[in-house]
């Protein structure tokens, strides 16, 4: 049991896809204007990356090595289309917000990355949990960037204001993406080493 | 004079990298040398240019036809993987000192995310330049697009690894040092390049 937990939480530090791993990066720059629309995104690759990871440890010991790229590639493809459709039907408005970086979800190197990496060689349970853990830590990151971006930009959090005035424009806007990404890293950086 | 618009807009204003968040992973990736990012932004380049109109006659004379728009994304990923696989092929052939020069960067465009990025804008968004009615692209139109999209990923990539080759000899504090500095200087990279909004 102990070692399930560990699969999830080895998403969270070790195995970080933003600040360790460094995978993903265009969601994670691009969706993260807000801290509601960076959890938004995260929840959105969590659901792909589970399910993706559950069918690919499924079929990776039938599926001939050559072509395995392509295989894992229409399935992942395939869970983004079911995705896509669930949401434009259930929550349109997040769809629209969140516009081509839907779609773009197949090119994330995060799924292909882990099922590559981890589904291919594990049975299913530990795929899902490897993709529930990589998941939620990818969630976390985008949830902190946007709540950093957030204050700094429009002085709310989730939505709720408590900074009166505008902000600074910048920090909405590309420059401030990629700033505040790089001074998380070196945040994060700095505290994994103390340990 | 529509497409030198369409042109400034896609290569400045709009900018792949610095503005539109595409194609971030090899542009961080292979950005540490010169030499490696030129061939790696030839690449693309070619690559982002055929994918967009084989993904638009697709699209156009297959997908919408027969009410198969939902399939785009897996339709589109697929026609791009397929190729850059012909395309490898082809270079192997009939020009072997290109394929010397790009052959290590195809593979790696299938997941570049801005290939797919700019397939399924063109299919999906109005746009206007100027004064005009927003509007879908034509044929040509989407081809100017796409190639004026991919010289400024071209553009970008080769600026920012100038940048880098200086930022590799100067005493970074060691929390900095690798990929937060580098994303630092984009973040000042794509400061200056806001200066370009408003001016079409």
């Known amino acids: 049991m102990a070692n399930k937990l560990s699969l999830i939480t080895n998403g969270l530090l070790k195995e970080n896809p933003t600040f360790v791993l460094v995978l993903g990066m265009c969601p994670t720059l691009a969706t993260t204007t807000s801290a509601m629309n960076g959890m938004e995104m995260g929840l959105a690759t969590l659901f792909v990356l589970v399910l993706s990871n559950i069918v ?15 295989v894992y590639i229409v399935i992942i493809a395939t869970f983004v289309t079911v995705l896509q459709l669930l949401m434009q039907a259930f929550v349109p408005d997040i769809y629209r917000t969140l516009g081509l970086f839907i779609p773009l ?4 190197c995060i799924i292909l990355g882990r099922a590559e990496a981890f589904a291919s060689k594990h049975n299913w349970l530990e795929s899902a949990l490897d993709g529930i853990g990589i998941g939620i830590g990818f969630t976390l990151s985008l949830t902190v960037i946007g709540i950093v971006r957030e204050i700094l930009g429009s002085g709310s959090v989730f939505g709720w204001k408590f900074i009166p005035g505008d902000g600074i424009l910048a920090f909405v806007m590309a420059p401030g993406a990629f700033m505040v990404l790089g001074y998380l890293m070196v945040l ?4 994994a080493k103390k340990k | 004079m529509e497409y030198f618009l369409i042109i400034i807009s896609a290569i400045f204003v709009n900018n792949i990298v610095l503005a539109q968040f595409l194609g971030i992973c090899p542009f961080l990736g292979v950005s540490s040398r010169l030499s490696t990012s030129t061939g790696m932004s030839l690449a693309v380049c070619f690559v982002i240019t055929l994918a967009t109109v084989v993904t638009y006659l697709l699209n156009r004379y297959l997908l919408v036809p027969f009410g198969l728009d939902f399939l785009q994304t897996i339709a589109f990923i697929l026609v791009i993987a ?7 092929i ?6 072997p000192s290109l394929y010397q020069a790009l052959g290590i960067y195809l593979p790696l465009i299938t997941t570049n995310c801005a290939v797919l990025g700019v397939a399924i804008t063109v299919v999906t968004k109005e746009f206007s330049f100027g004064t005009q009615v927003p509007h879908m692209l034509n044929l040509a139109e989407s081809t100017v697009y796409a190639f004026a999209t991919s010289l400024g990923y071209g553009l970008s990539m080769v600026l920012f690894s100038g940048l880098r080759e200086h930022l590799a000899l100067n ?30």
Do not use: C
């Open chain 1, 188 to 191: 994060f950086n700095k505290l």
């Open chain 2, 90 to 95: 082809v270079l192997k052939k009939v020009s």
């Open chain 2, 171 to 200: 005493d970074v504090p060691k929390p900095f040092r690798g990929l937060p500095i580098a994303l630092i200087t984009v973040s000042i990279m794509a400061m200056a390049f806001l200066g370009f909004s408003g001016i079409v």
């Open chain 1, 56 to 70: 690919v440890s499924l079929v990776a010991p039938i599926v001939p090595d050559k072509v395995h790229i392509p």
């Open chain 1, 105 to 108: 979800i197949v090119v994330n």
């Open chain 2, 82 to 88: 397929a190729l850059v696989q012909m395309v490898e």
